[in-house]
């Protein structure tokens, strides 16, 4: 089973950047497409980016296009999410999850398809 372990969460102010770190343990790591999720008080978790299992194709809720950007480096069995011009809005507990193997067409798969969440990080953006 993997696990994830998120990292670099933080109080900022608005305009600010963070970058979101999550390891994964395990060999197979470099064969899943990965995401990044968030959940808001009182609000249902949603989904914020989505990146292939190769790296060549990634998604992003609308909301966090142009301002946010998700990579991995499969070497070293991470996935990442530069959060830039960060707002209000964007403050959350942020997830990292595990997709599906072999998945180029990120922007097609179901958030049903993501598990082996995390334990989260929390963003905090002040206004």
């Known amino acids: 089973q993997v696990q994830l372990v998120e990292s670099g969460g933080g109080l900022v102010q608005t305009g600010d950047s963070l970058r979101l770190s999550c390891t994964a343990s395990?060999?197979?790591?470099?064969?899943?497409?990965m995401g990044w999720f968030r959940q808001a008080p009182g609000k249902e978790r949603e989904f914020v980016a989505a990146?292939?299992?190769?790296?060549?194709?990634?998604y992003y809720r609308d909301s966090v296009k142009g301002r946010f950007t998700i990579s991995r480096d499969n070497a070293k069995n991470m996935v990442y999410l530069q959060m830039n011009s960060l707002q209000p809005e964007d403050t959350a507990v942020y997830y990292c999850?595990?997709?599906?193997?072999?998945?180029?067409?990120?922007?097609?798969?179901?958030?049903?398809?993501?598990?082996?969440w995390g334990q989260g990080t929390q963003v905090t953006v002040s206004s």
């Open positions: 999850a595990r997709g599906s193997r072999y998945r180029d067409d990120v922007r097609s798969a179901p958030e049903s398809e993501y598990g082996s």
């Open positions: 990146i292939s299992w190769r790296g060549g194709s990634t």
């Open positions: 395990g060999r197979t790591f470099s064969v899943y497409s």
